[in-house]
Nanobody
Framework: QVQLVESGGGLVQPGGSLRLSCAAS????????MAWYRQTPGKQRELVAT???????NIADSVKGRFTISRDNAKNTVTLQMNSLNPEDTAVYYC????????WGQGTQVTVSS
């Protein structure tokens, strides 16, 4: 069974940066479009960024200009670079295929607070 393991979250002050990483078992990253999603309590999971097999990216308007998604097919990882973080970015962040057909991992908590 394919597993997704997210890491890199933590507590950061407003204006700070974090780099999230997603490690996938098998060759999922190199063969499918991937994405990062986020979820806050009581809200639906939100699409944050996508990246195609060829590396084309799409970033949600709410984080455009601040977040960047990238992939390393050789390492089977997907990365989300998050800059200029603000409290509204506080959430649990998940990676998955796009659309999200795989079982969800545990995610990684990002908390933006002073």
């Amino acid at each position: 069974q394919v597993q997704l393991v997210e890491s890199g979250g933590g507590l950061v002050q407003p204006g700070g940066s974090l780099r999230l990483s997603c490690a996938a078992s098998g060759s999922i990253v190199s063969n499918y479009a991937m994405a990062w999603y986020r979820q806050t309590p009581g809200k639906q999971r939100e699409l944050v960024a996508t990246i195609t097999i060829r590396g084309y990216t799409n970033i949600a308007d709410s984080v455009k200009g601040r977040f960047t998604i990238s992939r390393d097919n050789a390492k089977n990882t997907v990365t989300l670079q998050m800059n200029s973080l603000n409290p509204e970015d506080t959430a649990v962040y998940y990676c998955n295929k796009y659309p999200p057909y795989l079982p969800w991992g545990q995610g990684t908590q990002v908390t933006v607070s002073s």
